[in-house]
C-alpha cells in the first residue's frame, strides 16, 4: 500500500493510541483521535530535520489537516480527549507485536483509496440502488493494465509450449 508520510505518521499514532486503550486492534476512532493529534503537532514535535526531503510534503499535509480542522472550529485537544474517554478501555495486554488495523478500518482505508483515485480522474463509479460500479476512467491507465495483461497472456502461452 502507497501512503504518504502524513498518513503514515497517523497510522503510528493510532497504533499508540490503540495500544493505549488496551485494544486489540487499531479502530476508526483511533485514527481520529490520531489525526487531531496530528493537527496539534507543532514542527519542532514532528522532529523532521528542514533538509529532509519528506519534511515539505509531511508539513504541507499538516498544515492542510490543521486548515480543515481550524475551517470547522474543532477544539482538537478537547474532543480527542472526550473520545478518548467515551472508547474506554479494554483488556488487551500488548506484548510489543504488530498493532492491526479492524476489518472497519481497513475498509475505511479501501474508501479513501477509491476516492482519491476518483479525485486523480483515474476511477469513476456510478450507482444503481444500492450497488456501486467502478470503471477505469483514465485511458492511459487502461493501455498500461491491457499491455501488462497481454505480456502475461504471452508468458503463460510461451510457458505452454
Given at each position: 500500500m502507497d501512503i504518504s508520510p502524513g498518513t503514515e505518521l497517523v497510522w503510528r499514532l493510532a497504533a499508540a493510541e490503540a495500544i493505549a486503550a488496551r485494544r486489540e486492534r487499531i479502530e476508526p476512532d483511533h485514527f481520529f483521535c490520531a489525526l487531531l493529534k496530528f493537527s496539534e503537532v507543532g514542527t519542532k514535535e514532528l522532529g523532521v530535520a528542514a533538509a529532509h526531503p519528506l519534511a515539505k510534503v509531511l508539513m504541507s499535509e499538516h498544515d492542510r489537516v490543521q486548515a480543515v480542522l481550524k475551517e470547522l472550529?474543532?477544539?482538537?485537544?478537547?474532543?480527542?480527549?472526550?473520545?478518548?474517554?467515551?472508547?474506554?478501555?479494554?483488556?488487551?495486554?500488548?506484548?510489543?507485536?504488530?498493532?492491526?488495523?479492524s476489518t472497519a478500518s481497513r475498509q475505511l482505508f479501501n474508501r479513501a483509496a477509491r476516492a482519491a483515485l476518483k479525485d486523480k480522474g483515474v476511477l469513476a463509479s456510478r450507482r444503481?440502488?444500492?450497488?456501486?460500479?467502478?470503471?477505469?476512467?483514465?485511458?492511459?491507465?487502461?493501455?498500461?493494465?491491457?499491455?501488462?495483461?497481454?505480456?502475461?497472456?504471452a508468458k503463460k502461452r510461451k510457458g505452454q509450449q
Open positions: 472550529s474543532l477544539p482538537t485537544t478537547r474532543v480527542r480527549r472526550q473520545l478518548r474517554g467515551a472508547l474506554g478501555r479494554g483488556t488487551y495486554e500488548h506484548k510489543g507485536e504488530v498493532v492491526h488495523r444503481e440502488g444500492t450497488k456501486v460500479f467502478y470503471q477505469l476512467e483514465n485511458k492511459k491507465v487502461t493501455q498500461v493494465l491491457n499491455c501488462v495483461y497481454n505480456h502475461c497472456q
